[in-house]
Nanobody, 127 residues
């Protein structure tokens, strides 16, 4: 069973950058669809980004396209979310998620598609 632990959150000013990490234990992530979700205060969890085994297959919610990048390390035990040009609307608890095998594209943004979840790391963007 894969366990996921996020890190890298914090309090930053608008326009700043942060890089979130999600480390896996109990297995590698090389055969998994990986994703980041976030839950803003008082709102439901929402999709942020996902990637298949090939890093060329990535997906993003519209509001983060061009600002956020999902990637994984060559050791295939860590997934990252590089965030640039942060805005207050990006403030949320960020969760990484993983699902072994395949997820059809129409369901890649669905929380129910993922089997493993981290505990979350909080990002606050405020001046």
């Amino acid at each position: 069973q894969v366990q996921l632990v996020e890190s890298g959150g914090g309090v930053v000013q608008p326009g700043a950058s942060l890089k979130l990490s999600c480390a896996a234990s109990g297995g590698t992530l090389d055969n998994h669809v990986l994703a980041w979700f976030r839950q803003p205060p008082g709102k439901e969890r929402e999709f942020v980004a996902a990637m298949r085994r090939s890093s060329s297959n990535t997906y993003y919610r519209d509001s983060v396209k061009g600002r956020f990048t999902i990637s994984r390390d060559n050791g295939k035990t860590t997934v990252y979310l590089q965030m640039h040009s942060l805005i207050p609307e990006d403030s949320a608890i960020y969760f990484c998620a993983a699902r072994p095998g395949w997820v059809i594209q129409s369901q890649i943004s669905n929380t129910r598609s993922y089997e493993y979840w981290g505990q979350g790391t909080e990002v606050t963007v405020s001046s």
